[in-house]
Structures are given as C-alpha cells and as structure tokens.
Nanobody, 124 residues
Framework: QVQLVESGGGLVQAGGSLRLSCAASGRTASTYGLGWFRQAPGKEREFVGYISWSGVSTYYADSVKGRFTISRDNAKNTVYLEMNSLKPEDTAVYYC?????????????????WGQGTQVTVSS
C-alpha cells in the first residue's frame, strides 16, 4: 500500500504562484512514479504532470507546460508541484497519485493510489 497526502492548496490571484506538496509513504518502491491530476467542477479529471521516482522523466500537459514544474525530494519522499502564472482556468481540486501500472502516464487508470486532493482557487 501507498499513502499520499497533498497540501499547499489555497486561494491566489491570477498571475500568482502556489506550491503543492505530496508526501508519500508505504511501498512507493512498488510504483513507477507520481502524477498530478486536477478536476474542476463539472469537468472530467485531467492529467497535469508526472515525475518518475528517479527524477529522470517528467511530463506535462500542454495547458501547464512552461508554467508548472514538478520536482521531488527523495529524502523526504515528497513530490512538489510548483505552479506559476496561475490562471482562473487552473481552479480545480488537485490530486497526486502513484502509478503502479505500465503505460502512458496521462492515463489515470494506471494509478492505483490517490491522495485526498487539495483545492486551488485562482481569482481573476
């Protein structure tokens, strides 16, 4: 089992920044890496980005590329999502998830472990 706890959400004005954290515990060695997803009201959950546990591989959705950065601190078993130049359309509940199945990292069905989510609200 893998446990994930997100933190760092909140309310920010457009153009501002936030950093989300995802603390992982348990059998993370049984997973490939950690992804971030988000879900806005009335919309489907969408892929935001991904980082392998080695840190060698990172991927981002086109909608956040150049604005969001994923990093990890293996000593703390924590992954971060640094969000800059935030837009109102970034408003959503953000989830971190551990991928335990091989395949395209953007597919949420490949992630067997999910955090509880943290709300990010960007005001215009």
């Amino acid at each position: 089992q893998v446990q994930l706890v997100e933190s760092g959400g909140g309310l920010v004005q457009a153009g501002g920044s936030l950093r989300l954290s995802c603390a992982a515990s348990g059998r993370t060695a049984s997973t490939y890496g950690l992804g971030w997803f988000r879900q806005a009201p009335g919309k489907e959950r969408e892929f935001v980005g991904y980082i392998s546990w080695s840190g060698v591989s990172t991927y981002y959705a086109d909608s956040v590329k150049g604005r969001f950065t994923i990093s990890r601190d293996n000593a703390k078993n924590t992954v971060y999502l640094e969000m800059n130049s935030l837009k109102p359309e970034d408003t959503a509940v953000y989830y971190c998830a551990a991928r335990d199945r091989a395949g395209a990292v953007s597919r949420d069905g490949l992630y067997g472990y999910w955090g509880q989510g943290t709300q990010v609200t960007v005001s215009s």
